[in-house]
């Protein structure tokens, strides 16, 4: 049986002291481990590296991802640190597809992306759902003209619940949208209301009533735990309404507060540095909570972050492809991408990445070329996020022995009860999955340690 409230509570009391200061309050910074290394080591004096790689023939033994990122939203929520606009017009928002589009025919004409195909395919954001059917399938058209999707294992789609209606999902569907994942974050409309935003629980419901009779390959349902005025009760309850609905997998996140956030805004002037949201070892033991109430469910943890209902037909292809070191053709504002192990990142606002693709060439701000211990480490430190890794994959690859090279970090994360080494095989705890994040920095090189809120 799923613990109490008021067992949760006794536990959250005695697992509270933290190992370190940062584990216990939320503060400012993102400490979500997305890529490596960290982003503020990529400068715009390392985009020629980006241009060197596209001019070299393709790959025979890479994938190939295709990311597009719709800056455009209803409502700007207080924690949301994206690019993003509220503020579009229909015109201003078809100026910037068909500058997306400009964007992909650069790409295609390069050596090292003509005539690939894209193993996955990924819509995010901002609010892809908030264009417009038409919108919808005349850009999706267009970058099937260029990157066919005939062979493509999976299309992921990012939705709020608001901006859903039936015909727009029969569209999604048609379009060829495998993956269809909710933003719906909580389902209580005074927290929805307060962390800003823009749907309310009813939209969610109609919109989790309309995916699921229209077939979708897998629906997810994101939920954030620790949000603003948020309760051990509230976090119960939406868990219990989730498993409830019934969808193909859950992806929950904890709730953190990266700088150009309005709440962070509001903490400065303030004078504040502790965010009003729950502390680490609250929201890491409502995670904990809800992954065994998952279990107790039907559905399997299959990382720091998710559970699946079936593991056997719910995969994630985009995550598990990228985390093994595929390329990733990434067009529209601020989106980062990566080729050949350097990475990039577009211009970060609207008028810089226009100006650019009418000048002829590519919007890109920023890069960096990495060398073969860094990619190394990105997809060690990635692949730990799922809770197993094997090591002989990183000898086999890179000619690296991740016991070895690391030996002093598993023995003392060994000895704290995070990770183990059994074999072949690096096993993450339930305990290390739930901090997972503040954790991989042990196995960055030393000069990267000090940049995870940058």
């Not at 939705?159 to 994942?181: F, N």
């Not at 023995?411 to 009860?417: F, I, P, S, V």
């Amino acid at each position: 049986m799923a613990q109490s409230t008021e067992g949760l509570k006794n536990r959250v009391e005695k697992l509270s002291t933290p190992l370190d200061p940062e584990a216990e309050q939320t503060e400012v910074g993102n400490y979500f481990v997305a890529n490596y290394p960290p982003f503020s080591f990529w400068t715009p004096e390392h985009v020629r590296a980006i241009d060197d790689v596209l001019e070299q023939p393709a790959p025979t033994d890479t994938n190939l991802g295709v990311y597009f990122h719709i800056p455009f939203c209803r409502k700007r929520c207080h924690f949301c640190y994206f690019r993003v606009y509220t503020d579009k017009n229909a015109g201003e928002i078809n100026e910037y597809l068909d500058a997306g589009i400009r964007e992909f025919e650069r790409y295609a004409k390069k050596p090292y992306l003509a005539g690939r195909k894209p193993q996955f395919v990924y819509f995010g954001g901002g609010t892809p759902s908030y264009l417009s059917v038409s919108q919808l399938q005349d850009l999706t058209n267009r970058m099937k003209d260029l990157f066919p999707w005939d062979e493509t294992e999976e299309v992921a789609f990012e939705a709020e619940p608001g901006t859903l209606t039936e015909k727009k999902l029969e569209a999604l569907r048609d379009i060829g949208v495998t993956r269809l994942s909710l933003g719906i974050e909580n389902f209580d409309d005074h927290i929805l209301e307060l962390n800003g935003r823009a749907h309310r629980s009813r939209e969610a419901y109609r919109a989790l009533g309309f995916a699921k009779t229209l077939g979708f390959d897998q629906v997810n349902i994101d939920l954030i735990a620790g949000m603003m005025d948020e309760t051990v009760e509230n976090w119960q309850k939406c868990v219990d309404i989730a498993i409830e609905q019934e969808p193909d997998c859950v992806t929950i996140y904890q709730m953190e507060i990266p700088y150009n956030t309005t709440i962070f805004k509001e903490m400065k002037e303030a004078g504040k540095i502790t965010a009003p949201v729950a502390d680490w070892p609250t929201k890491r033991e409502w995670v904990d909570w809800a992954f065994n109430r998952f279990e107790e469910a039907g559905y399997t943890v299959s990382s720091a972050y998710t559970v699946v209902k079936n593991p056997e037909t719910t995969k994630f292809v985009y995550r598990d492809s990228l985390w093994e070191g595929a390329d990733l053709l990434s067009a529209g504002v601020a989106s980062f991408g990566h080729f050949g192990g350097v990475h990039y990142q577009n211009q970060a606002d609207v008028g810089p990445y226009t100006s650019e693709l009418e000048k002829g060439g590519l919007p890109i701000f920023r890069a960096y070329p990495t060398d073969p211990d860094e990619r190394f480490i990105r997809e060690f430190v990635l692949q730990l996020k799922l809770g197993k890794t094997s090591l002989s994959y990183f000898e086999k690859k890179y000619g690296v022995k991740p016991a070895e090279r690391f030996s002093a970090q598993l023995k003392q994360l060994n000895e704290q009860g995070y990770m183990s080494v059994d074999g072949d095989t690096i096993t993450v705890s339930r305990e290390g999955l739930l901090q997972v994040d503040r954790l991989l920095h042990g196995f960055f090189l030393d000069h990267h340690r000090d940049a995870r809120y940058t």
